[in-house]
């Protein structure tokens, strides 16, 4: 198994060879320097650490700066544990879309897009109460009752009400590579992927 950090670009469209129009997903991965190489005797169990994106030198902590200087490799932005790439690189290596191959299923990690406060509609798809014939010309997205009787007197955890929306990790699995660019540092991935533009992912080969 492989995996490597990238970036979302944003999404396009291709034309595959027997001439069906596919929606994918435009990733900048890598080239991910390899920091650390965890292993059980130091550290009780094996993970390979890479990094990925530029940062300003004069962004980065002494401490980080060390970590870097020891793997002999520049700073990243982002530094992230894989154990899918336990004892198959060593440190200082480059980590690039050549690991990957057109046709390989991958999962797709990041963090959705923040939608901030949202009622029951949006939210959890709700109707909404509606009969708005009766009377009730202010209830047509309201979330209607959520308690109970006397018994239990309560309303039950996990109700599903408004709140926070979005901002969660998500993973997509089962997602196809469709092209391979080395040259640019790109994969094209079939359909969508979880994020907003220029968010951080992980990809791992499944």
């Known amino acids: 198994m492989s995996a490597i950090l990238g970036r979302k670009l944003g999404m396009t469209s291709i034309f595959t060879e027997d001439g069906a129009f596919v929606p994918c997903t435009v990733i900048e991965a890598g080239p991910c320097p390899v920091v650390q190489v965890r292993t059980k005797d130091t550290d009780g169990y094996e993970a390979v650490q890479i990094g990925f994106g530029e940062i300003a030198e004069r962004?980065?902590?002494r401490p980080k700066a060390g970590h870097f200087a020891k793997a002999n490799v520049?700073?990243?932005r982002y530094l992230k544990e894989f154990r899918q790439l336990a004892n198959k690189?060593?440190?200082g290596e480059i980590v690039t879309v050549?690991?990957?191959n057109v046709g390989d299923k991958i999962k797709v990690s990041s963090t959705s897009k923040g939608k901030g406060f949202q009622g029951v509609v949006r939210?959890?798809?709700f109707g909404g109460v509606g009969m708005t014939t009766h009377?009730?010309?202010d209830r047509p997205r309201a979330p209607g009752s959520i308690g109970s009787s006397s018994y239990p007197s309560r309303v039950f955890k996990g109700m599903r009400m408004a709140g926070r929306m979005g901002g969660k990790r998500i993973t997509v699995r089962g997602l196809q590579i469709l092209r391979v660019?080395?040259?640019s540092n790109l994969l094209?991935?079939?359909g969508s992927v979880p994020g907003a533009i220029n968010a951080l992912v992980e990809i791992v080969k499944m």
């Open 135 to 137: 009377g009730q010309s």
């Open 74 to 76: 520049e700073a990243t």
């Open 98 to 100: 050549e690991l990957f």
């Open 188 to 190: 094209l991935v079939k």
């Open 59 to 61: 962004k980065v902590n």
């Open 181 to 183: 660019m080395p040259e």
């Open 89 to 91: 690189v060593a440190q």
């Open 123 to 125: 939210r959890h798809h």
